[in-house]
């Protein structure tokens, strides 16, 4: 039997297949190799006296430890343009960690009006990411939210105040009551507030994540100072074209990425973001660098 897990409590795994949701365990071979299932993994059951076993996790894709879901396709960066103020570095650092991960990131603006949205927009037109803005009152942008979950499985994050609340309850107004029904009828009474769960939606899954805010961005995963260049897409066209072939673009000469930020190319804020986030790992040793498991 296969299927995808939608919520684990307790030592307990919920297994959404063709058949319905499964109630099982997992063998206890993964906790020798240190491997722990996870929401969103493609998992393989057996069945035994004691009821339904996880006997296999398919290959990742990805996996964040912080909230703990595997297999994401796209995280929507929720934003407000005023209280609280965003922070570019904070959207850039989760951009490229999920970029990082093979997540697309999909900044989603709120809160704000016209003039106020233009300060976001501004920062990431020259990137690659894609930009919504959201009017409640006419239901702007909606749609495109619904379209990026189309066939994908999605998270949404962002810190207390953006309004990542309020965009799911315009979205999912049910959202509330159905994983609450989901957490009573599946974790039976165990403590659930900070657990994961997965449910379908807009031809889709939406992985409803408590505790992801953007305060544990330096939790959700490490980029090491030689990968963050690929974590800025928008800077591919010139890697490769620097002077120095281990060049960190920030200082060298005859930088082909700052040469394009001098011609208008790029994004200051984005390349702002970059440096500051390559002096925050640069001097961390390889032995030093957090390992994850997938």
């Not at 039997?1 to 684990?8: A, E, L, R, S, T």
């Not at 997540?103 to 009006?113: E, N, S, Y």
């Not at 990968?227 to 060298?252: D, I, M, V, W």
Request: glycine fraction near 10%.
């Amino acid at each position: 039997m296969n299927g995808y897990i939608i919520k684990g409590i307790g030592g307990f795994y919920y297994v959404k297949t063709t058949e319905g949701i499964v109630e099982c365990k997992a063998r206890g071979i993964f906790r020798k190799q240190k491997r722990t299932p996870v929401a969103g993994d493609e998992v393989i059951l057996s069945m035994e006296e004691g009821g339904a076993v996880i006997d296999e996790i398919a290959p990742r894709k990805n996996v964040f430890v912080r909230p703990p879901v595997a297999n994401l396709d796209v995280l929507f960066l929720v934003a407000s343009t005023t209280q609280p103020v965003p922070s570019t570095l904070v959207l850039d650092k989760l951009s490229a960690i999920a970029v990082d991960k093979g997540v697309q990131p999909v900044i989603v603006c709120t809160k704000g009006d016209l003039a106020e949205t233009e300060f976001l927009r501004k920062a990431y037109e020259k990137s690659t990411l894609p930009f919504i803005r959201i009017d409640y009152a006419t239901g702007e942008g909606l749609d495109e939210v619904k379209e990026w979950i189309n066939g994908r499985l999605c998270a949404f994050c962002g810190n207390s105040g953006v309004g990542k609340s309020t965009l799911l309850n315009a979205l999912l107004p049910e959202l509330g009551q159905q994983t609450g029904e989901i957490s009573q009828k599946l974790g039976r009474g165990r403590h659930t507030t900070r657990e994961v769960t997965i449910f379908e939606a807009f031809g889709g899954r939406v992985a409803d994540t408590p505790g992801f805010a953007s305060l544990e961005a330096n939790r959700a995963g490490f980029i090491p100072k030689e990968n963050l260049e690929l974590a800025f897409p928008e800077f591919k066209p010139y890697l490769g074209q620097c002077q120095f072939t281990s060049c960190s673009h920030r200082s060298e000469k005859g930088c082909a990425v700052r040469a394009a930020l001098k011609d208008g190319l790029l994004s200051q804020s984005r390349y702002d973001s970059y440096c500051a986030m390559y002096d925050e790992v640069k001097d961390i040793k390889e032995w030093e660098q957090p390992r994850i498991r997938g």
